[in-house]
């Protein structure tokens, strides 16, 4: 027998899925007012609250929140239960030498998080208690915004934000009509004109707003921003190097293990002799005896994983955490990276991914407002094949575009200027432009007919505003729209009325908008303005021959072209039309179905004007910044809204397709002659065709001979590529085929993406095999789904809103700064925490090996070989602030020199410095190290005998020498060691590096002395009285700290000289340069000569007809900047690096700077 669960399923999704998902609307009463006796039942819903949260953490959940994130982490946890081991049973060392170094992480980090959401908490705060005016009771009055509720009548004045979702019920304009900026939505900064509720628009004053007796009917939130459905019923009266890190720390708890298991059973192959087992000074006790072996042997086990835990360093963890929140202000107090107009430099918002700015290989970027200015500019229009510049400058002379000068032909004859001005007319009537006009002195407003600049244009779009201005300088002048009548003043500065009698919306769809008006005499016209694609194949006359050829001119030159088109209607065909749009708009079920129908068949017919072209200005150094991150290695994908046309011109500005780039387009309109399969395996082959060929990576930014691909995808498309396999269809591997595609393509630009698809592009790539490091960039609260996608997430400072900066990691005025930001900071933080990563491994091998060896000696008593305070402050004090230091000012490479080489970043790319071998090598340098410490000191003070009280005292100094010396020597041996080594990676120097280096060592010896040389009451026994004063009291320890030293670090010199004169990377090259030229390389030397070298026989380009100039003649500085166009090659600059003649000469070059070294 089944059974219905229909019912339960119903009862769990209402009260535990949420409303949204069961209620299909949601009532909304206006100012909370029940409705009428009668009218329809009153069911309050809960809704959630206004505030905006984007924290993390809350006073009450900080603590247990952030010790379950910390205690996640492999080392934290680990050390947690050495840290109780040593509580439980008895070890050799001492709890407090695990805890503090533990809890010092844990709190470290634990304000540092709490700290960067402290003032996350403050921004929300700022947000949350911006003042808002609404309507109670008649009257205004100011909430906070959080305090704001679903239902309140809210109160905005001009320039103000919407803290909320709002429904437009009423404006101080007389027409019911209010302009909104929609940037913190959609990112768009123009202005969009919106309509109140025709039966509250009439309400103004605080007392009419208060007394609406409302409700509003509406659907339920959905994702998209531009479609609303809802209705009101009006009562009447009544939110890379992490996991090298964690695999090295795999790989060491391994070793740890080992050690402590191998420590483990040779304990007891050297107690199986009974003497051994129980010296008389070591008996056990009854107890002891009568344990299980097991246990014994398991006891031992962990006591030895507790005395060799420091080979984990814990102290790395936080010395991290600590680089990264300081080395954040680095980049705040960067003023390359301030900018003067907004008073604004970068802002940091998350610290913790500073490494990863140096290894992004995908970087996803909005179009409007992040590449461009969104500030649109009239730069011609075409009409039948006669073109028109306003203000052309001819002989130097500066000629008014009004004087319907031609640039390609000659001028028009009587006929061809009435359909000029008819032109101008339609650019002047065909839109959606409002005017707004401001007070001027004494209160008086001023139009634009009257000459005066009080008056400006404002509109959804920007391309709209640019087309009216442009036709301004033409001189045909918008006026305004007043009672229904669009007014015009012509050249002859008369106003012309026309009656505007329908306007036929912009769709994505129709990619076009037009306009019915009558003009004074009588005669009905639409206008229609549109795409090419969209208007031309409506065209039944005009010359479209010639208007196509300009409209393809000035899209490859990147402009945005729109093409004007015009039709007579005649009184019965008018009465048709509007019986058409007057039925669609009226229907309550598939209105905008029935309005596309109406639209297609109105605009038909048409007869073609011309087409304009308008400049969407990129912006400053926009096409360097793309230009520098492709030849840095990285893929720019542009993700916009835009349709095809505009953002493909954009990419060509940009430099992101260049000329010779072949476009292949996966776009819905090739899918509907050619389905989805068969246009995936045309690109799949054609690009796997070429795939061995010549790239843009392979190619210098000068030559044009090389052919690369740029992929172009529109929304629809990708829908269908990424819609999950069916069973019957062969399309489970869409997503791979389309992957493959984007790999082997130098750019990829994505148009007409909603939000949401920008999103699940950045997820798409993330989840490849490759697992690539992605980055995100935009200036728009439609880019923050994308922003918190990626792995980066940067947001601009702009027109458009803080959305994007406050979901961002970090924030940069311009897109120009991102070049800096990755280039150099992202750069200069992977070598450091590269280093820094690599030397707490290296120093804690060599810190913790020699008591491994120590075992052996000892009879594998677990015997510490180091003092306790030895222990405990080794990571914590001695060894800590260096390595700090320097993974905070470390600058391997001049700065300047990575701005104008993006190449360098390859060298960093694909986490290079953290890859296994260079892990080997430097684990091994630090057995070896450890080696030559150990054994080292044992051998140098062999030769040794015994004093009557069981001490040994060396026959030649009768100094004391027993088991605490022997250690303090070798951890003194380690100290300077790893600081030297620390010492010969640091390329800047600066006071602090010097004062920490060498204020480290200093602060080693003094607190040897002191806590040795004082009797400390708060001790029950004191094992390193005297020790330290005793063991520099002798030559020979000196001696021997001496060489032991040079011992340790001898082998890693040696190795790195022959490597740099024999294998030298292409950063040591230049590091060399560099050092030759005083700093100076940057500005004096060509980096393309620094590269590697070509092959054999290649000649260098750019220089055939120069002769080779001697080493010491000058060379001019025009010569310097010399641009090499084949493959950079060290050999090409041989007289910058060499003598030519093979002997130095006998007075300097450069104007006698100083000696030259060869090099």
């Not at 605080?206 to 019923?233: M, W």
């Not at 032909?409 to 009537?429: I, Q, V, Y």
């Not at 055939?1104 to 001019?1116: D, G, I, K, L, T």
């Amino acid at each position: 027998m089944g059974v219905d669960f229909s019912a339960l399923r119903t009862l769990i999704n209402r009260y535990c899925a949420g409303e949204e998902n069961w209620v299909d609307s949601r009532t909304v009463y206006i100012g909370h007012k029940e409705p009428p006796p009668g009218a329809d039942a009153f069911i309050q819903q809960r809704f959630p609250d206004n505030r905006v949260v984007s924290s993390k953490y809350t006073f009450w959940n900080f603590i247990p929140k952030n010790m379950f994130e910390q205690f996640r982490r492999v080392a934290n946890f680990y050390f947690l239960i050495i840290f109780l081991v040593q509580l439980i049973i008895d070890t050799p060392t001492s709890p407090v030498t695990s805890g503090l170094p533990l809890f010092f992480v844990i709190i470290v980090t634990a304000i540092k998080q709490g700290y960067e959401d402290w003032l996350r908490h403050k921004a929300d705060k700022a947000v949350n208690q911006c003042p808002v005016s609404v309507i109670q009771r008649g009257k205004k009055i100011k909430k906070e915004s959080f305090r704001i509720t679903v239902g309140d009548v809210v109160f905005v004045k001009e320039d103000e934000t919407f803290a909320c979702d709002l429904i437009l019920l009423s404006s101080s304009r007389d027409d019911g009509t209010c302009f909104v900026t929609t940037a913190s939505l959609d990112g768009e900064s123009s202005h969009k004109t919106y309509y109140a509720v025709q039966d509250t628009k009439a309400f103004r004053t605080e007392e009419e707003v208060d007394s609406i007796h409302a409700t509003i009917e509406c659907e339920q939130p959905q994702p998209d921003l531009y479609k609303f459905v809802g209705r009101i019923n009006i009562y009447m009266d009544n939110e890379a190097v992490a996991r090298s890190m964690n695999s090295y720390l795999v790989v060491y708890l391994c070793i740890l293990i080992s050690k402590a298991l191998i420590n483990t059973v040779l304990k007891y192959i050297w107690q199986a002799d009974p003497n051994k087992d129980e010296p008389w000074y070591n008996e056990r006790t009854e107890a002891q005896r009568q344990r299980h072996i097991l246990i014994r042997a398991f006891t031992d086990f962990l006591a030895f994983m507790v005395l060799f835990n420091y080979i984990i360093p814990v102290s790395m963890y936080v010395t991290v955490e600590m680089q990264k929140f300081l080395g954040s202000y680095f980049i705040m107090w960067d003023d390359d990276m301030y900018d003067e107009e907004l008073g604004e430099g970068a802002v940091v918002n998350t610290s913790d991914l500073n490494e990863e700015l140096g290894q992004v290989e995908y970087v996803f970027t909005d179009k409007t407002g992040t590449l461009t200015e969104n500030n649109m500019e009239f730069i011609e229009c075409c009409v039948d094949g006669h073109v028109y510049v306003p203000d052309a400058i001819c002989n130097g002379q500066v000629l008014s575009g009004a004087a319907a000068m031609d640039m390609i032909d000659t001028s028009p004859g009587p006929g061809g200027r009435e359909r000029e001005e008819l032109f101008f007319r339609a650019l002047c009537l065909c839109h959606t432009v409002q005017v707004k006009e401001e007070e001027t002195v004494d209160g008086i407003k001023h139009g634009i007919h009257q000459g005066k600049s009080a008056s400006f244009y404002i509109s959804s779009s920007p391309d709209e505003v640019a087309l009216v201005e442009g036709m301004k300088k033409l001189g045909f002048t918008y006026l305004r729209l007043k009672d229904g009548q669009m007014e015009i003043l012509n050249r002859e500065d008369e106003i012309e009325r026309f009656e505007l009698l329908e306007v036929l919306s912009f769709d994505s769809v129709r990619r076009r908008m037009s306009v019915i008006v009558r003009a004074a005499s009588g005669d009905i016209f639409l206008f229609c303005k549109g795409a090419d694609s969209s208007i031309l194949p409506r065209v039944i006359s005009g010359k479209v021959d010639e208007v196509k050829a300009r409209v393809e001119h000035n899209a490859v030159e990147g402009l945005r072209t729109l093409c004007v088109a015009y039709r007579p209607l005649s009184p019965e065909q008018h009465q048709e039309v509007c019986r058409l749009l007057s039925g669609a708009k009226l229907a309550l079920q598939d209105r905008d179905k029935r309005l596309s129908e109406a639209y297609e068949l109105v605009e038909k017919d048409l007869i073609l004007l011309g087409a304009t072209a308008v400049e969407d200005r990129l912006q400053e150094q926009a096409a360097d910044t793309i230009e520098s991150l492709h030849k840095a290695g990285m893929k720019v994908w542009v993700l916009t809204g835009d349709k095809m046309e505009t953002a493909a011109a954009t990419c060509y500005a940009s430099r992101l397709f260049r000329r010779n780039t072949q476009i292949l387009e996966l776009t819905t309109k090739r899918v509907e002659e050619q389905n989805l399969h068969d246009v995936l395996f045309d690109l799949s082959r054609t690009v796997l065709r070429h795939h061995g060929s010549m790239t843009r990576d392979n190619c210098s930014s000068l030559s044009n001979d090389c052919t690369d691909y740029g992929l172009i995808i529109d929304g629809a498309t990708l829908s269908a590529v990424m819609r999950p396999p069916q069973e019957d269809l062969n399309s489970g591997s869409y997503k791979e085929i389309f992957l493959e595609i984007c790999r082997n393509c130098s750019a990829v630009l994505c148009c007409r993406m909603a939000p949401l698809q920008k999103a699940q592009i950045v997820k798409m790539i993330k989840a490849s095999k490759e697992h690539p490091i992605t980055l995100a960039i935009g200036d728009g609260a439609n880019d923050v789904s994308m922003i918190l996608e990626a792995h980066v997430g940067i947001g601009i400072m702009g027109k458009e809103g803080r959305q994007a900066v406050r979901n961002s990691d970090y924030a940069i005025p311009k897109f120009k700064h991102l070049k800096k930001m990755l280039l150099v900071h992202g750069h200069y933080y992977y070598i450091r925490i590269s280093e820094l990563v690599q030397y707490f491994f290296y120093k804690n091998v060599c810190f913790i090996f020699p008591q491994f060896l120590y075992q052996f000696f000892c009879g594998f008593s677990q015997q510490p070989l180091y003092d306790t305070a030895y222990l405990t402050l080794y990571n914590i004090s001695f060894t800590s602030l260096p390595i700090l230091v320097y993974s905070l000012m470390e600058q391997h490479i001049n700065m300047d020199i990575l701005k104008k080489d993006p190449s360098l970043y390859k060298d960093v790319a694909k986490n290079s410095l953290l890859r296994w071998p260079t892990f080997i090598y430097w684990t091994v340098l630090g057995v070896y190290n450890a080696i030559v410490m150990f054994f080292g000191t044992y051998f140098l003070f062999d030769n040794t005998t015994f004093t009557s009280n069981g001490q040994r005292m060396t026959t030649n100094t009768q100094m004391m020498f027993g088991n605490w010396t022997f250690g303090t020597l070798v951890f003194t041996v380690l100290v300077f060691t790893v600081t030297f080594k620390l010492v010969l990676d640091t390329h800047y120097w600066t006071w602090i590096n010097h004062f920490v280096i060498w204020g480290s060592l200093v602060f080693f010896v003094l607190f040897s002395l002191l806590w040795g040389g004082i009797i400390w009451p708060f001790l029950n026994y004191q094992r390193m009285y005297y020790v330290f004063m005793q063991m520099l009291s002798s030559g020979p320890a000196w001696l021997s700290i001496i060489l032991l030293i040079t011992a340790s670090l001898l082998p890693d010199v040696v190795k790195k000289v022959i490597w740099r004169a024999l294998w030298p990377t292409i950063t040591e090259r230049i590091q060399s340069a560099d050092k030759l030229y005083k700093g100076q390389l940057s500005e004096f030397t060509p980096l393309a000569s620094l590269h590697a070298p070509s092959k054999a026989g290649g000649r260098r380009r750019g220089s055939e007809n120069q002769s080779n100039p001697r080493r010491s003649a000058a060379f001019s500085k025009k010569l310097m900047f010399t641009r090499w166009q084949r493959k950079p090659d060290y050999c090409t600059f041989t007289p910058l690096l060499r003598f030519v003649d093979g002997h130095s000469p006998h007075h300097n070059a450069y104007g006698g700077a100083e000696p030259e070294t060869c090099v």
